[in-house]
Structures are given as structure tokens and as C-alpha cells.
């Protein structure tokens, strides 16, 4: 039997270049395919098309609207190799695999696998003519409801301290700004079972989504969301009556650094005297993501950027409120929680 490689060509490959640098960028390569392969797999449909059971190549064209069926056997070859799918030809019809299926049951598993591949590393394929001058992004605005759904995998990390905040406080009103999915905002009522709460969020998908969270928790009966800017406030009566405490997750570096201590302000107007605000956000380290978020957002429409935490504390001071310590969610992690008591 003849051997794949020869030895003396298998010691020049190893002697040549640096064997450490090229195994590790063969393995992130591959990675970053398999990456976007499930990220195809539920761009075209083809995942959520066998969640309701198996199905050969021609019903999968016909499901998804696919035209060319040999291409799509051929995608399908490569989504079965990444594990997600298994079957066709003589294997028989395509069908999930358990990681497949993870992939369209865990919310967070297919937000990953939707936003890594596009929201995340589409920026480093449009960098250039970013720095040439280039029209900035316009992700945030595009892709609320993702981002949203992305911001869950920071849920186990926060909600710990966020349920001891408010059961400290024992709040009457809460206020959840920027209220994304909502998951804080049941977390809160959770914890404060006397308490009435207003979620509020821009993106029109992400307070569609928020209202569902509330409904499958029943508890639309103690909060609404509204599809609104914060800085409009007066325009609606249900945040007209003061609040006990207030949530602020991962919102501020949305905006432009000159606007954030009028809008904290804003936020301070709305809480009674005595009242908390309690942020959650990602400040500027050394760590990766830090650096990598930190681009992604300077890359958009509308001058977003991260700030350090000594900033973030003198912005709250400006605004009116007494700030706390930082606090990391997790040793390493540039996400912190931060809470600040109104002052007057």
C-alpha cells in the first residue's frame, strides 16, 4: 500500500515555514467555514425545512425554492460533513442530526449561527473600503431583533445579580430601556412580584419579540412594551408616573459619546428620588471581543463607540446619579454591571 505522503517530501513540509502558525490558520480556517455552512443552512431554509421531518433533495428544492437541485444536493453533502444533517443517496432521505437539531431548538445555538457569519464577520470582508471612505454600516439598524436574541447568551451572566439588585430594592415600577427580548424585564417582575413594569425598545422586531416573552410568562398583565425612544417619554402616559428602578442593558454605546449624559439624564427624570439604575454593558478592554465589538460599532451609522468604565461613571455622575463600582460579570469579560442611585 503506497503511502499518502512521501517521508522525505512530509520532513519538507515540516521544516519549512512555521508549522505552529500554519496548523493553527488551517485550523481557524475550517472553522470559519463550518461556521458559515450552518449559517447557509438556515439562510436557505433547509434546517427549519427538516425540523418538521425528512425529506429528499426534490422536496427540499420544492420546500426551499431552490431551482438548481444538483447544487443543493451537493450544499446539503457539505452541511451532512459538518454534522448537521444526515442521509441522502443510498443513505436515504436527508434528516436532522441531535447537533442539527440543537441548531433550530436552542434560541442562542441559531442566533450564533446567524449572526457570527454575517453580523460579526461581514465588517472585516467590507473593511477596506471602510477605511477608504466608504459608507458606514448599518447592522444595528438592520439586525435589532438578532441582536436581541445574540444579547440572551449574556442572560446566565447577568440575571444573578440583576434578580439581587431588585429583590434589595423591592421595587414598586420597573423600567426596562432598551428592552430588547424582554428576559430582563420578566427576570425583574420575577423577583419584585408586587411590582408593574414598562419595557421600552426602538426596533419594532425586538419589542415584537419582547411581547412574546412577556405572554409566555404571563405576565402581560403586569407590563407593556412600548415601540419608542426613552427620550420621548413624555409623549406616553404609561412612563409619566415615576419609577423605583431602572434597567440600562447593553444600550449606551449606541450612542454618540457627546449625547450620553443627556440621555442618562433623561433616564434619572423618569426614576423617583432614591431610585436605581442599574446598566449592564461591555467597556473597553484588552480583552478580544472588546476590541472586536469596539470596531463593529465604530463601523456603523451614528458615532457609536465603547467607553471605559471610569468614563461610564462620570458620565452617571454628570447625569445626576451616584454611581457604584464596576463589577465584571465573570472574571476575564469585558461585560460589566454597574449600579447608580439617583441623587435629590
Known sequence: MSRFIEVPALWKVLRTGDLRARLRATRDGIAAIRLHVAGAALATGVLD????????TAELARETGATDARLLDTFLRVVAAGGLVRGGGD????????????VIDDPLVRASYEGF?????????????????????????????LIARLSGGFEPLVLGALTRAVTERDPR???DVGCGAALELATMLAAAPQAEGVGVDVDAGAVELAGRTLASRGLTDRARVLHLDVREAAADPSLAEPFDFALLANVLYYLPMPERVAFLRTIAGL????????????????????????????????????SDADTLAEQLRQAGFAPGPAK?????????????????
Open 173 to 175: 415600577r420597573v423600567l
Open 271 to 306: 426614576l423617583a428620588p432614591g431610585g436605581v439604575l442599574f446598566v449592564v454593558t461591555t467597556v473597553a478592554a484588552p480583552q478580544f471581543f472588546s476590541r472586536h465589538f469596539d470596531l463593529l460599532l465604530q463601523a456603523q451609522e451614528g458615532q457609536m463607540e465603547l
Open 49 to 56: 425545512a427538516l425540523a418538521a421531518g425528512s425529506a429528499s
Open 91 to 102: 443513505e436515504g432521505p436527508w434528516r436532522l442530526t441531535t447537533r442539527g437539531r440543537a
Open 117 to 145: 457569519p454575517g453580523l460579526h464577520t461581514a465588517l472585516y470582508r467590507d473593511l477596506g473600503p471602510l477605511l477608504a471612505g466608504g459608507p458606514r454600516r448599518r447592522d444595528i439598524a438592520q439586525s435589532g431583533e
Open 328 to 344: 465584571p460579570v465573570a472574571a476575564g469579560t469585558p461585560v460589566v454591571t454597574l449600579a447608580a442611585e439617583r441623587v435629590g
